[in-house]
């Protein structure tokens, strides 16, 4: 909710040399998972998200915005996955080019979409003397 909200600021504010930012992000995250490194992958993704709260302008938001990536990243990492950081790779590609377009409502909307597709790829289900191997998980 937070996220989608502050999309069509995003699209307002978004500069070319904020485009360029975001597809570097996106080339890194698609490079880290091509490369196998998981937790590389998340950690660009997490950056990615925040970033994109920053451009919106409103700092209390964005703060917000990081502290849930944190937290996501730390779930996406347990519950995800492998050889993918949440986010589909092609999912932050399609959302910069809405947002170098100036689609507000498009990317506001892909981006519910794009959201609840992470939210679906987490597979939270454990045993009772089933612990995550934090050190291995984050070790990269």
Do not use: W
Request: net charge negative; hydrophobic share 40%; proline share 1%.
């Amino acid at each position: 909710m937070v996220e989608c909200g502050l999309i069509p600021e995003v699209v307002r504010r978004v500069t070319k040399g904020d485009i360029d930012e975001l597809r570097e992000l996106t080339r890194r995250e698609v490079e880290a998972l091509n490369s196998g490194e998981q937790s590389a992958a998340i950690k660009i993704s997490a950056a990615f998200h925040e970033r994109l709260a920053q451009l919106s302008g409103n700092s209390t938001l964005a703060e917000f915005v990081a502290r849930l990536c944190s937290r996501s990243s730390l779930i996406l990492a347990v519950y995800g996955n492998s050889g993918h950081a949440g986010c589909e790779s092609h999912d932050h590609y399609e959302l910069v080019q809405l947002l170098e377009e100036g689609a507000g409502e498009r990317a506001r909307a892909f981006m519910e979409k794009h959201l609840s597709a992470v939210e679906s790829s987490l597979s939270i289900v454990e045993g009772a003397d089933e612990v995550p191997d934090l050190y291995s998980i984050f070790a990269g």
